[in-house]
């Protein structure tokens, strides 16, 4: 089955600078590719996300890239806020929407 | 909204009891799915739902059951808990099965077995 590998597992970044997160995945069948953002006790939520036939995109603050060829994908998170901090999963699915997911990266913003 | 409902929120059980965790949708979506999250290992797919009456494994399914009587309920059912059940466990749903449906997740389940 799937294998995705996020790193790194925690990440601290100083508040207004980037953050950035790598998510590689083992079966090149894999087609979708979301971000999760999980707050503590509650569920993840989906911050954005991109198909296998696009190489980038962006939403306001964050951007994801996808390199199909190297299987690897990766969230940027620009001017980085205390409310970004949280844990991020990357995940990937195929064409019947089964996710496999990453294992999670801790996210602290120091203001 | 209250989109995906997830009840109990927290449950406690003894080792060989049973009992069924909860989840409704009111987004009218096709596909439900459970997930167990245990530290350190990310998600990982217990057993999904592509609709009403059609059921199928996940990664992890030994020691769960589930069904799918209606399109807004699917109750995953723990047979005779283990303490390796202890988890937090989340229920989502998308539109349909197809490709690059965004999943809802409800808040979870926190069950610990003792």
């Known amino acids: 089955g799937e294998n995705v590998e996020q790193h790194p597992s925690t990440l601290s970044v100083q508040e207004g600078d980037s953050a950035v997160i790598k998510c590689t995945y083992s079966d090149s069948a894999s087609n979708y590719f979301p971000w999760y953002k999980q707050e503590l006790g509650k569920g993840p939520q989906l911050i954005i996300d991109i198909r296998s036939n696009v190489g980038e995109k962006k939403d306001q603050r964050i951007a994801v890239t996808l390199n199909k060829t190297a299987k690897h994908f990766s969230l940027h998170i620009t001017e980085t806020q205390p409310e970004d901090s949280a844990v991020y999963f990357c995940a990937a699915g195929d064409g019947n929407n089964r996710l496999a997911f990453g294992k999670g990266n801790q996210v602290v913003v120091i203001p | 909204n209250a989109g995906v409902t997830q009840t109990p929120k927290f449950q406690v059980l003894k080792t060989g009891q049973s009992m069924t965790l909860q989840c409704a949708q009111d987004m009218n979506h096709e596909y439900m799915s459970w997930y167990r999250q245990d530290p350190g290992m990310g998600l990982r797919l217990i057993h999904y739902?592509?609709?009403?009456?059609?059921?199928d494994q996940g990664e992890v399914p030994n020691g769960y059951n589930v069904s799918r009587s209606t399109t807004e309920d699917f109750p995953l059912r723990l047979l005779s808990a283990a303490p390796s059940q202890t988890s937090v466990y989340f229920c989502?749903?998308?539109?349909?099965?197809?490709?690059?449906?965004?999943?809802?997740f409800g808040d979870g389940t926190r069950l610990s077995i003792l």
């Open positions: 989502a749903s998308s539109m349909h099965r197809g490709r690059g449906q965004p999943q809802h």
């Open positions: 739902s592509v609709g009403a009456g059609i059921t």
